[in-house]
């Protein structure tokens, strides 16, 4: 019997044992706590790296893998950057570009202008720019002085934190202008509303051009220094670029213009950079060497920064180009352009005005059908190379990845704000420096004086074409358009606007994006836009 | 227990009259008859007869013999055990009697006569309601069963080349449907019993192998997790189906569970049994593609003047090229008996199989060890289980099976050429690898040149020790102590001559990964028939303890010659998910007058994936059960042998496919080539990852209704099972308000659905004779599954449901399906297509739904569904003298497809491709599109896809006895033997409802012997 007890005792030991040793309380082996992160000024600094990455990158994981937009946004990781997304809204739509594959996901209907609430590329977008207002929010709330004071962090430490927690606040503002621009009146929030805690409120495109205004504005002496700060970083000339932009559409965003604003911020930007010199050497894998044009860029690298948007896609996106061409594996056959803006160009051979870079061996320049690879021109505006012609400092052996940086703000951009709002009766400028910012863009796109045009020539519309022409595939034809109202409307048709050959007018409702109905379904305070 | 009644005393010869009388007496008196007999029997056994020879042969009802089925001489302690043919003989005084027992069958009691040879035929345990069957934390007796239980043991099992446990009970069981999920070996199987309770969240249920509760998830280098037990190990198979019978497994049983009982030693004289199948599968059915000649044609007349120099002058068909007929072999061997007073079983197993698609291939070897001594009387009982498992597999690479259907049939296999291993391949002068950056690959090239070789291992195994109490003997005290550890790893070479790789110079990667599932359980169970109120009570309480452990190793990424590619350095060497569950269960039977049963059970769970808040749940059930014939009226009625009314309700619950830490805030850093360039450095970053802290127990709520019904002898017998199934608190990943969460998708408790259904079987055996038999089973289901809601604020009219299903062609992923409220999960959301006056689709051209002038997403629209309404099963098996013969069919009814071969293949944009030439569906020339405009999303390649299948035939011989003491069976299957189906496309069968690079199921031709000593 004493054996039976023993038995007996052993049982209810181990059993004992083992409910005490293991805990329910598990953490993951190589993920950290939001404490564990934020202690250090290297944790502060990843973590703000992240807010960065977030334009450059689809996920934490180079190429694919551990994507930042979830699969039931847009299933293809590869198409989650913020560059892709963003780009196809303000390109495909016009006439800059379509995309020869119409079974990708939310391709069509937008060039044709026939696009509903529901669809990846648009909910991408929203979703995108909303997930770096979402970590930019938690950066914000997580360096306050009280935080970082109750962290132990002072001295220079905490310097560089305040700067990164301004940067926060810039990216936070960029993002917010996107989603002013696209979607009108998107959700709000910011570092006050704690994670899952409130359903946000919707704002109206009015109230957040003067909540961005008064961030950049409140940001603009927190802010490095112009061209002080590590590449790659905002700085206080980017604050000023974007409010130039802003107000540039001002007139579209809350029915006032506010030229004078645009030409005060141009005229704090111009000074301090100048254009290179050489045009075809904006858009290469060592175009970082750019910093005297470039204000604020998104920084692409093929060994360190891999991903299938960005440059990458612009790079490989354009059909029928070479990969000896592009520097790359070859083409993905999907990008041409509409005859109608080749033909802003008057010679579109690119021997007279270097900036018309068209692919044009096998591909007819009519656009007779919108999804055949081979109808539109294609454009080499974009390579994976050296000046020299070399192959990219961090080549990829594959062909895949690119190094090519994108330029959000560049001083010629700026010329064309200046230039604009001087024409549309801004004070603080005047005709003749305008005339001469646009022909400092066209002797460079020449190569010589050629191409320069005199006062006379210089008008609203000129402006707009040559806006095409000198900033065509960065992602601004959409905005342009709109504030021309050339947009929707029958002032301006190019091939298969409205989903005819010829083009047609649609209905203005078009002007901005319908809210996604994920969203519509997920918070009760929002409306969606009218007519969709 | 045992009885002196025969259910088949006509077959036995030699049958004696005082047997026939005491047959007639009444089962009510049934133990002082028995006592009464016995007594007689020793008595003639002892003095009335002297020794003989007996020898006899032992059968199933279905005919089949036998094996290893224990023969004792009662009162004796002599006991013989039968060969591989049924046959055994013993020394037996005349007049003795003899008791015969086999798992599985209802112990018999015969009485020897002068016969000196006799044929005993043993009736299903099916039929033996005494008969004990294992449920969760102990057995039960079958009669005593409230719950949807179902057993299924060895002798109903499919027959043939079976690679993968689950497949044994395929078509079997009336609410249980396994699907493979493709051709390959070794495949696993989609398994939902009762349609699946969640939407986000695991459906696959809950196994539990001797004891052993398995995790779910995949091991790498494994096709299949479950592929690593051995199927020739297992004795029997239990489902427990509704909430009743499987709330004792709280959070892991709303999927439903199955219960492995693996072949155990059962004492005797050492017994060898060998079997051995070969087999040689063979390739049904091809992808329709165009022939070379259409193809040329084709080109001709509508390609560019460039596409036209590209055709070449091959006729290749590619499909016939990448398939094989593949051999294989799986053998097994077993040696049972008892080493003094250890019952012991020792299995060995060997498969060797290849794939029909080549350099695929499977080899798998598996050891089971079985010992199950008791002690102190009988008071201690050990039972050790080990199984162990090592495969070695290639996988092919399956990118050639679609890549076969696509690729130029004008072009050759191989050139003239060093290049590319001397495959064709598409050249581009202007790109730097020399190859057409976007063109598809060879799909030889793609299966030869790729080494993509897993050696996973697995071992389960436990130790279970129930001790009776000495001094109270309705006490017993179970402990049960297990363990599941794998280990998955394998590499992948690529040579960097192939094209697939060239821009990378090949690969040379490695993956390896670490499983560590620790289990201890340990319950109280007391039984207690207390005849003063004639109630019969059974209770159980106990404690579980699961711990699941994964160390997954990551590595950099190699090229051929492993050099490393620049930068691909993991951000961490390994990363170790775990996920703990703590449980406090019970169980209590009541039975009353051995009519009413009364069961209920609870169990409390807490699990590591919930904040302490919500971590635990509780999960209860209660099931009544009436056994109708055991009233008065029905006693006497010789046509109703059986009839029982069941009826149940209980909680489950469901954790399963949703993350270890979903309700921590928690940071990753980003890998060393997703860093972002601040300056000259390269910074990684920390991303937040999305989360719920409010996150808990999807639970689902069963209602079952049944009755159990036996007519004539219960030759004819069966249940039907009416349940409800409601899930609440859906385990979903719903969006989040943009801007409040990290990730804009979270895994939240949000949402409602409903499986509805009738569950009906029916087993009959209209042949019950000595040379003779012949069984029929049917069983039949209905599921209705509907959901009820998926947001936050109930009816949210905004809310339009959730897209799920990619399919190939286009990137940006375009989906198929959606999941929305008060239809059916899985429902296909397409363009309604019209068609023009003979019924040609017209491309591009669909109905404007909604009305407003434009064809955009807005107009699609809900149409049919993946999943079956109905489906069914149908076994039939007869035995006539030494022959056997069995098949099963399996229908399923009004189950649709998305023909994505068709959808992505048959256009004319697919031929002229993008920069070289690809073969298309022969679906193009029906429509004649020219893929010029969206046709992916119409519904027209939505189609039906019922079926019905033969998935075996089965003859089988039995020589009998070869080299003096060994017999001999032979066996012959044929599986897949038939699909009669309108669906069009490769193999209507197809879980995701989506056909697309589908890996076809071979035609399987099997040869069999078991030899037994």
Known sequence: MKRIYKVIAVMITVVILASCTKKLDLFPTNDLTPESVYTTSTGYKQALAKIYAAFALTGNTGGTGSPDIPTQIIADEGNSDFLRLYWNLQELTTDEASWTWQNDAGVRGLHEMSWSAINPIISGTYYRSFFQITLANDFIRQSTDENLAGRGITGPSADSIRKYRAEARFLRAYQYWILMDLFGNPPFVTETDGIGTVIPKQTTRTELFTYIESELKAIETELIAPKANEYGRADQAAAWALLARMYLNAQVYTGTGKFTEAITYSNKIKGLYSLHNNYRELMLADNHLNTNEFIFTINYDAKYTQNWGGTTYLTHGPAAVPGSISGTSGNWGGLRLTHNFVDLFPDPSGNTDKRAQFYTTGQNKTMTDLYTGTDGYSTTKYRNKTRSGGPAPNADPAGNWVDIDFPIFRLAEIYLIYAEAVLRGGAGGDAVTALTHINQLRARAYGNLSGNINASQLTLDFILDERGRELYYEMHRRTDLIRYDKFTTAAYLWAWKGGVSAGRAVDSKYKIFPIPTTDLSSNPNLKQNPGY | ?1013
């Open chain 2, 1 to 1013: 227990m045992f009885t002196c009644t025969s259910t088949s005393a006509e077959n036995l010869t030699g049958y004696s009259s005082f047997q026939k009388k005491i047959a007639k007496m009444k089962i009510k008196n049934r133990l002082r008859h028995v006592a009464a007999c016995l007594f007689s029997l020793f008595f003639f056994t002892t003095v009335l007869f002297a020794q003989q020879s007996l020898k006899g042969t032992l059968r199933s009802a279905s005919g089949e013999p036998l094996v290893g089925a224990t023969v004792t001489v009662k009162g004796s302690g002599r006991s013989v055990v039968t060969s591989p043919t049924g046959e055994f003989s013993i020394d037996v005084p005349a007049g003795s009697t003899l008791v015969i027992s086999y798992v599985g069958y209802q112990t018999r009691e015969i009485s020897v006569t002068s016969e000196p040879q006799i044929t005993i035929t043993l009736q299903s345990a099916g039929a033996d309601l005494n008969e004990v069957v294992v449920v969760g934390y102990g057995t039960a007796r079958k009669k005593d069963l409230t719950g949807s239980v179902v057993n299924i043991t060895s002798k109903d099992f499919q027959k043939g080349v079976i690679t993968t446990p689950e497949q044994l009970i395929a078509g079997k069981i009336a609410g249980v449907s396994v699907i493979s999920n493709g051709g390959q070996p070794g495949a696993g199987s989609t398994i939902r019993i009762r349609g699946g309770s969640s939407l986000r969240a695991s459906n696959s249920p809950l196994f539990v192998i001797d004891g052993v509760p398995l995790e779910n998830d995949n091991i790498s280098g494994a096709g299949n997790p479950l592929g690593l037990i051995n199927p020739n190990d297992i004795e029997s198979f239990t489902i427990l189906k509704d909430a009743s019978a499987a709330a004792i497994y709280g959070t892991r049983a709303s999927n439903g569970v199955i219960i492995i009982t693996t072949r155990k030693g059962r004492g005797g004289g050492l017994r060898i049994n060998f079997s051995s199948l070969n087999s040689a599968s063979i390739l049904v059915k091809k992808v329709d593609v165009l022939s070379s000649d259409q193809f040329r044609t084709i080109v001709n007349d509508k390609g560019s003047a460039a596409q036209k120099t590209m055709i070449g002058g091959a006729n290749t068909d590619w499909q016939d090229e990448i398939y094989q007929t593949a051999f294989g072999t799986d053998n097994n061997i077993s040696l049972s008996g008892g080493l003094a007073k250890l019952p012991y079983r020792l299995s060995i197993g060997y498969q060797n199989l290849e794939g029909i698609l080549k350099t695929d291939k499977m080899q798998k070897a598996s050891l089971g060890i079985s010992v199950n001594p008791t002690f102190l009387d009988n008071h201690l009982k050990v039972d050790i289980n080990l199984k162990g498992s090592m495969q070695k597999n290639r996988f092919g690479n399956q990118a050639a099976i679609g890549g076969a259907v696509s690729f130029d049939p004008t072009q050759p296999i191989y050139v003239k050429s060093n290049r590319f291993g001397g495959y064709f391949e598409w050249l581009n002068a202007t790109s730097p690898t020399g190859l057409e950056s976007l063109a598809g690959r060879n799909p030889l090239g793609l299966l030869n040149q790729r080494y993509d070789e897993g050696t996973p291992q697995r071992s389960i195994g436990n130790v279970q020790i129930d001790y009776k109490f000495h001094f109270l003997p309705e006490l017993r005290a179970n402990l049960n102590i297990g363990y599941d550890v794998s280990k998955g790893k394998g590499t992948v070479f690529v040579s960097d001559s192939a094209a697939a790789d060239y821009s990378r110079a090949g690969r040379n990667t490695e993956y390896k990964q670490s499983k560590r599932n620790t289990l201890l359980e340990f319950y109280l169970n007391y039984v207690k028939d207390i005849k003063s109120i004639k109630s019969r009570v059974d209770v159980t309480a106990g404690y579980s303890y699961n711990n699941y452990l994964t160390t997954v190793f990551n590595y950099a990424d190699f090229n051929a010659k492993r050099v490393k590619l620049p930068n691909t350095d993991p951000a961490f060497p390994f990363n170790k998910p775990e996920n703990t569950l703590i449980s406090f269960f019970g169980r209590a039977n009541y039975t009353l007058n051995d009519r009413y049963l009364l069961t209920a059970t609870l169990r409390r769970d807490g699990s590591s994936r919930f904040a302490s808040e919500n971590r635990w749940g509780l999960f209860p059930s209660i099931a009544l059960a009436w056994k109708i014939k055991d009233e008065q009226f029905l006693s006497n009625n010789n046509i109703i042998s059986d009839l029982k009314l069941r009826i149940g309700y209980g909680v489950t619950g469901q954790q399963d496919g949703i993350g270890n830490y979903d309700y921590l805030s928690r940071y990753a850093l980003s890998s060393a080539n997703a860093t972002y360039q601040f300056g000259g450095t390269y910074y990684q970053g920390y991303r937040p990852s999305g989360f719920n802290p409010n996150i808990k127990w999807e639970q689902t709520a069963t209602s079952n209704i049944a009755l159990d019904y036996g007519f004539l002898d219960n030759r004819i017998n069966g249940s039907i099972d009416f349940y409800l199934k409601k899930t609440t608190d859906l385990l979903n990943e719903i969006p989040q308000p943009a801007g409040t969460n990290f990730s804009a998708f979270i895994i939240a408790n949000v949402g409602d659905m409903e499986n509805k259904g009738v569950e009906f079987s029916i087993n009959t055996e209209p042949i019950r004779r000595n040379d003779f038999t012949w069984n029929v089973d049917f069983n039949i289901t209905y599921n209705k599954n509907t959901i009820k809601n998926l947001t936050v604020i109930p009816g949210d009219k905004n809310y339009v449901g959730f897209q799920t299903g990619t399919i190939a062609g286009g990137i940006g992923g375009q989906f198929v399906y959606i999941n929305a409220v008060d239809g059916p999960k899985s429902t296909f959301n397409l363009y309604k297509q019209v068609y023009d006056s003979v019924g040609r689709p017209l491309e591009g051209v669909f109905v404007d739904k909604n009305e407003d002038g434009i064809i955009n997403q807005n107009d699609l629209f809900k149409t049919k569904t993946a999943d079956p309404k109905v489906f069914l099963g149908f076994s039939t098996g007869m035995t006539y003298k030494k022959w056997n013969a069995s098949f099963v069919l399996r229908a399923s009814i009004d189950n649709y497809v998305y023909n994505n071969t068709f959808s992505q293949g048959g256009t004319l944009s697919q031929i002229r491709g993008n920069s070289v030439l690809y073969n298309a569906s022969t679906n193009y020339l029906e429509t004649g599109f020219n893929g010029n405009s969206q046709q992916l999303l119409s519904d027209y390649y939505i189609q039906n896809a019922s079926f019905l299948k033969m998935d075996n035939l089965n003859i089988g011989y039995n020589v009998g006895r070869v080299f003096n003491k060994a017999t001999l069976q032979l066996s012959a299957t044929i599986q897949n033997v038939f699909v009669i189906t309108k669906y069009k496309g490769l193999d209507p069968e197809i879980s995701s409802g989506i056909d697309n690079n589908f890996y076809p199921r071979p035609r399987i031709f099997a040869l069999g012997l078991n030899l037994g000593l």
